[in-house]
C-alpha cells in the first residue's frame, strides 16, 4: 500500500498520496498541526509539528493502552509532544487503530506496531535529512516503541515510561539496538518496579547497551500534572544529553 497523507481537508481523488506528492502537500500545509496518513488498517489521525530547524531531529509519541482509555491526547504524551517541539524536533504524535478519528479495530499489539510503523514512515517521509529519529512511549505505548526499535534499526534512541513489564514479554530485545531511558514510578500499582528493574539490568548486560533508569519516587502508573512535569524534565534531559554528547563527538572527528 502507497504510504498516503493529508491535512483534515478533502482527499485528493484517489484518497491517498504517493511519497512525493505527500511531500508536496506537506509543504503547502505545514502550519497545520492536524494530519491524516495511511496506516496497514485504514487512515490514522495525528497531531505534527514540523521543526523549522533544518535537519531537525524527529519523535514520534505513542499513547496507552487503547482499550483502557489511552489517546494521543493523553496528560503524558501531551506534555512530550509540547517539550519534544521547544526543543527543536518535528514531532508526531497519534491514535492508533479505533481511538478516536483513526480507522480499523484494536489489535492486540500486532497491529498497533504496524501503526506506529506507518507514523515513522510519515516522519521520514517530510523529515528525509533528519540528523535523529526518537520513539517515546508510555505505558502500552512504551512497548510498542521498543517493538519498533527491533524493526527499525535506524532509531536513534528511546524513550520508555512506565514500561509494562510485568505484562509484555521484552526478550525481543535480544540485542537491543540502542540505549535509551527507562522511567518508572516506585510505587506503580500495576507495573511493580521489581519486574522493570530486571529488564534493565538485561539489558545493561548487552554489549554496547547503556540504558539510563530512573526511579520517581511516590509515583504509580498514572502520574499527577507535577509528576507528568517531572516526567517531561527526565526526557529532556536524557535526551539533550544523548544529543550534546554526539555533537562534541562529531567535533572532535
Same mark, same amino acid.
Given at each position: 500500500m502507497?504510504?498516503?497523507?493529508?491535512?483534515?481537508?478533502?482527499?485528493?481523488?484517489? %484518497?491517498?498520496?504517493?511519497?512525493?506528492?505527500?511531500?508536496?502537500?506537506?509543504?503547502?500545509?505545514?502550519?497545520?498541526?492536524?494530519?491524516?496518513?495511511? =496506516?496497514?488498517?485504514?487512515?490514522?489521525?495525528g497531531?505534527?509539528?514540523?521543526?523549522?530547524?533544518?535537519? *531537525?531531529?524527529?519523535?514520534?509519541?505513542?499513547?496507552?493502552?487503547?482499550?483502557?482509555?489511552?489517546?494521543?491526547?493523553?496528560?503524558?504524551?501531551?506534555?512530550?509532544?509540547?517539550?519534544?517541539? $521547544?526543543?527543536?524536533?518535528?514531532?508526531?504524535?497519534?491514535?492508533?487503530?479505533?481511538? =478516536?478519528?483513526?480507522?480499523?479495530?484494536? @489489535?492486540?499489539?500486532?497491529?498497533?506496531?504496524?501503526?506506529?510503523?506507518? %507514523? /515513522?514512515?510519515?516522519?521520514q517521509?517530510?523529515?528525509?535529512?533528519?540528523?535523529?529519529?526518537?520513539?517515546?512511549?508510555?505505558?502500552?505505548?512504551?512497548? #510498542? %516503541?521498543?517493538?519498533?526499535?527491533?524493526?527499525?534499526?535506524?532509531?536513534?534512541?528511546?524513550?520508555?515510561?512506565? *514500561?509494562? $513489564?510485568? +505484562?509484555?514479554?521484552?526478550?525481543?530485545?535480544?540485542?537491543?539496538?540502542? =540505549?535509551? /531511558?527507562?522511567? +518508572? =514510578? $516506585?510505587?506503580?500499582?500495576?507495573?511493580?518496579?521489581?519486574?522493570?528493574?530486571?529488564? #534493565?539490568?538485561?539489558?545493561?548486560?548487552?554489549?554496547?547497551?547503556?540504558?539510563?533508569?530512573?526511579?520517581?519516587?511516590?509515583?504509580?502508573?498514572?502520574?499527577?500534572?507535577?509528576?507528568?512535569?517531572?516526567?517531561?524534565? *527526565?526526557?529532556?534531559? +536524557?535526551?539533550?544529553?544523548?544529543?550534546?554528547?554526539?555533537?562534541?563527538? /562529531?567535533?572532535? @572527528?
Amino acid at each position: 500500500m502507497p504510504l498516503g497523507f493529508a491535512p483534515l481537508m478533502p482527499p485528493l481523488s484517489d %484518497g491517498f498520496q504517493t511519497p512525493h506528492r505527500l511531500k508536496m502537500e506537506w509543504i503547502r500545509e505545514k502550519t497545520m498541526p492536524e494530519v491524516m496518513f495511511a =496506516g496497514p488498517d485504514g487512515r490514522l489521525e495525528g497531531r505534527y509539528h514540523h521543526s523549522k530547524r533544518p535537519n *531537525a531531529p524527529t519523535a514520534l509519541l505513542l499513547h496507552p493502552h487503547p482499550l483502557h482509555g489511552g489517546t494521543m491526547n493523553n496528560r503524558v504524551i501531551h506534555a512530550l509532544y509540547q517539550r519534544m517541539q $521547544a526543543l527543536g524536533f518535528s514531532v508526531l504524535r497519534f491514535n492508533m487503530r479505533g481511538v =478516536g478519528r483513526s480507522q480499523g479495530r484494536y @489489535d492486540g499489539g500486532i497491529g498497533e506496531i504496524s501503526d506506529a510503523c506507518a %507514523g /515513522l514512515d510519515f516522519l521520514q517521509t517530510v523529515n528525509p535529512n533528519a540528523s535523529s529519529q526518537w520513539v517515546l512511549g508510555y505505558s502500552f505505548g512504551a512497548y #510498542v %516503541g521498543m517493538q519498533v526499535l527491533m524493526r527499525r534499526p535506524e532509531m536513534g534512541g528511546f524513550v520508555s515510561i512506565s *514500561a509494562p $513489564a510485568s +505484562h509484555y514479554d521484552f526478550g525481543f530485545l535480544a540485542p537491543c539496538p540502542c =540505549g535509551g /531511558l527507562i522511567l +518508572h =514510578g $516506585a510505587d506503580d500499582e500495576l507495573v511493580p518496579e521489581a519486574s522493570v528493574k530486571k529488564l #534493565v539490568e538485561k539489558l545493561n548486560t548487552q554489549k554496547g547497551v547503556s540504558i539510563d533508569y530512573r526511579v520517581m519516587a511516590g509515583a504509580g502508573h498514572v502520574f499527577t500534572p507535577e509528576q507528568t512535569e517531572k516526567v517531561v524534565d *527526565a526526557a529532556e534531559d +536524557h535526551v539533550m544529553g544523548i544529543l550534546n554528547r554526539n555533537r562534541m563527538a /562529531l567535533a572532535a @572527528d
